[in-house]
């Protein structure tokens, strides 16, 4: 019978080891890859003039990536600044002044959200976001069909809500319900209280949930690409149009299969893609560890 338990638990032992060591090799699995398929761009191209150059012209060998990532960055920050601040205060409401009903309400309203396709919400963009930010642009003199970087943001912004709002209405109901009885009969108010003991307690989460929604936010493909343009350039003005890396492969990459040196090109760009989220989850990461040690 011991031997039939200690053959059990080294088979669950073993099991549960492959699994870890499995998940854990997937990333370095497919960096490699797109690596190697990216390398013979090297060959004629230095990694600095890839990424600092702004010309694109595959047919006469000149790719520069700086207008994609540009436009990636852009489109992400912009949409993180409209989604961070609305699902704080709102995951502060629904979990602290709101009702219970209401929250009861509100968790399959986001869970429907988080399960609508992103071609849905590019149909969404293109029907009600784009004319409006046309509309938008009129009332500063810009003439503009709406395709812009505004419109991706805005889109992203709203895609990226469910999963921030979840993430955050979750680590607000981690934190001790007598942290907060004590925090109040210490005299503070309500307000006080989240303030000093709900966000300070939570906030790790809090970034955490930010870290998760920016690196979706980046590497979002289908819905940028019906909003965004798709057009070259390196504007400050959220009425230009934009063209992410995302977007970048998804149009190109099936009919440029043919070209070699463009082919390692658009794998140099999802190898990028990768690097940059790999960088944004261990800076985010890291500052998680920061918060958490004060």
């Given at each position: 019978?011991?031997?039939?338990?200690?053959?059990?638990?080294?088979?669950?032992?073993?099991?549960?080891?492959?699994?870890?060591?499995?998940?854990?090799?997937?990333?370095?699995?497919?960096?490699?890859?797109?690596?190697?398929?990216?390398?013979?761009?090297?060959?004629?191209?230095?990694?600095?003039?890839?990424?600092?150059?702004?010309?694109?012209?595959?047919?006469?060998?000149?790719?520069?990536?700086?207008?994609?990532?540009?436009?990636?960055?852009?489109?992400?920050?912009?949409?993180?600044?409209?989604?961070?601040?609305?699902?704080?205060?709102?995951?502060?409401?629904?979990?602290?002044?709101?009702?219970?009903?209401?929250?009861?309400?509100?968790?399959?309203?986001?869970?429907?959200?988080?399960g609508i396709p992103s071609v849905v919400y590019g149909v969404?963009?293109?029907?009600?976001?784009?004319?409006?930010?046309?509309?938008?642009?009129?009332?500063?003199?810009?003439?503009?069909?709406?395709?812009?970087?505004?419109?991706?943001?805005?889109?992203?912004?709203?895609?990226?809500?469910?999963?921030?709002?979840?993430?955050?209405?979750?680590?607000?109901?981690?934190?001790?319900?007598?942290?907060?009885?004590?925090?109040?009969?210490?005299?503070?108010?309500?307000?006080?209280?989240?303030?000093?003991?709900?966000?300070?307690?939570?906030?790790?989460?809090?970034?955490?949930?930010?870290?998760?929604?920016?690196?979706?936010?980046?590497?979002?493909?289908?819905?940028?690409?019906?909003?965004?343009?798709?057009?070259?350039?390196?504007?400050?003005?959220?009425?230009?149009?934009?063209?992410?890396?995302?977007?970048?492969?998804?149009?190109?990459?099936?009919?440029?299969?043919?070209?070699?040196?463009?082919?390692?090109?658009?794998?140099?760009?999802?190898?990028?893609?990768?690097?940059?989220?790999?960088?944004?989850?261990?800076?985010?990461?890291?500052?998680?560890?920061?918060?958490?040690?004060?």
């Amino acid at each position: 019978m011991n031997r039939k338990r200690k053959l059990t638990d080294l088979f669950v032992s073993l099991w549960m080891r492959g699994g870890l060591y499995l998940l854990l090799s997937l990333p370095v699995f497919i960096a490699i890859g797109l690596y190697l398929k990216a390398a013979p761009l090297f060959d004629n191209h230095s990694f600095g003039a890839l990424i600092f150059s702004g010309k694109w012209f595959p047919m006469k060998g000149e790719f520069g990536f700086l207008p994609f990532i540009y436009s990636s960055v852009y489109v992400t920050i912009l949409s993180f600044l409209l989604t961070g601040p609305v699902c704080l205060f709102a995951a502060i409401y629904l979990t602290q002044f709101g009702k219970r009903r209401l929250l009861n309400v509100m968790l399959p309203v986001i869970d429907i959200l988080a399960g609508i396709p992103s071609v849905v919400y590019g149909v969404w963009g293109i029907l009600v976001i784009v004319p409006s930010v046309a509309v938008l642009a009129g009332f500063f003199g810009i003439n503009t069909p709406g395709y812009s970087l505004l419109a991706a943001s805005i889109v992203l912004a709203v895609m990226c809500v469910p999963y921030v709002l979840n993430m955050i209405i979750e680590v607000f109901h981690t934190i001790p319900v007598g942290m907060k009885e004590a925090s109040l009969s210490l005299g503070a108010t309500h307000w006080e209280m989240v303030k000093h003991v709900i966000i300070r307690k939570g906030f790790p989460g809090i970034i955490s949930a930010f870290g998760l929604g920016i690196a979706k936010a980046f590497g979002e493909t289908i819905a940028v690409l019906m909003v965004v343009g798709n057009t070259l350039n390196i504007s400050l003005s959220p009425f230009s149009s934009g063209y992410p890396l995302p977007a970048l492969i998804a149009n190109n990459y099936g009919e440029m299969m043919s070209i070699p040196e463009y082919d390692s090109a658009l794998m140099f760009s999802a190898f990028l893609l990768f690097v940059i989220i790999l960088f944004i989850n261990l800076f985010f990461r890291y500052f998680i560890r920061k918060t958490e040690n004060v």
